[in-house]
T-cell receptor, first 109, second 112 residues
Framework: GQQVQQSPASLVLQEGENAELQCNFS?????MQWFYQRPGGSLVSLFY???GTKHSGRLTSTTVIKERRSSLHISSSQTTDSGTYLC???????????FGDGTVLTVKP | EAAVTQSPRNKVAVTGGKVTLSCNQT?????MYWYRQDTGHGLRLIHY???????EKGDIPDGYKASRPSQENFSLILELATPSQTSVYFC???????????FGHGTKLSVL
């Protein structure tokens, strides 16, 4: 089965609403990373988060290793947040990542 | 911010032809990676490298070769391209295991 599962597959919000994106994994991990993929295709690293909670502006990432899950919370969403959010699991300390299929977020004005 | 540059941005190839995708990074990172992304899916690792002269197989290496002639450059080679290799290819670099990766803008490859 797939080692990294993301949910929901897609999400539509009105501007100002909050979003909670989930990532569940079935193997042990060294770290978890979250990426934002622009509609044009390039990827931007949002968080490198092996465990615990990290904040960056309106974004919060929480990884709970013993529960094998990581989440990305977006508060007060904006239309510019639209795009695909990918989580990626690093199994060993090698930089090799296993990606989930992503959550496609659409924020409407 | 590390710069990772891929070329070409778009490529149309014929079945059975040879295709070379190039990647250059300017931040002196040791590790470089090639991923492919198919519509509606995440990225899958093809080959990676820990430094000049080294290449390692990723999760889906069949049909691909890689070359790392220098710290800055990492190429992906399709000796005999097939339509199933139509995809978007991303190169990435990182300083060492456990650090965040920097991605290029991707190369859209169509094999007809």
């Amino acid at each position: 089965g797939q080692q990294v599962q993301q949910s929901p597959a897609s999400l539509v919000l009105q501007e100002g609403e909050n979003a909670e994106l989930q990532c569940n994994f079935s193997t042990s991990l060294n770290s978890m990373q979250w990426f934002y993929q622009r509609p044009g295709g390039s990827l931007v690293s949002l968080f490198y988060n092996p465990s615990g909670t990290k904040h960056s502006g309106r974004l919060t990432s929480t990884t709970v290793i013993k529960e094998r899950r990581s989440s990305l919370h977006i508060s007060s969403s904006q239309t510019t947040d639209s795009g695909t959010y990918l989580c990626a699991l690093e199994r060993t300390n090698t930089g090799k990542l296993t990606f989930g299929d992503g959550t496609v977020l659409t924020v409407k004005p | 911010e590390a710069a990772v540059t891929q070329s070409p941005r778009n490529k149309v190839a014929v079945t059975g032809g040879k295709v070379t995708l190039s990647c250059n990074q300017t931040n002196n990172h040791n590790n470089m990676y090639w991923y492919r992304q198919d519509t509606g899916h995440g990225l899958r690792l093809i080959h990676y490298s820990y430094g000049a002269g080294s290449t390692e197989k990723g999760d889906i290496p069949d049909g691909y070769k890689a070359s790392r002639p220098s710290q800055e450059n990492f190429s992906l080679i399709l000796e005999l391209a097939t339509p199933s290799q139509t995809s978007v290819y991303f190169c990435a670099s990182g300083d060492s295991g456990g650090e965040r990766l920097f991605f290029g803008h991707g190369t859209k490859l169509s094999v007809l």
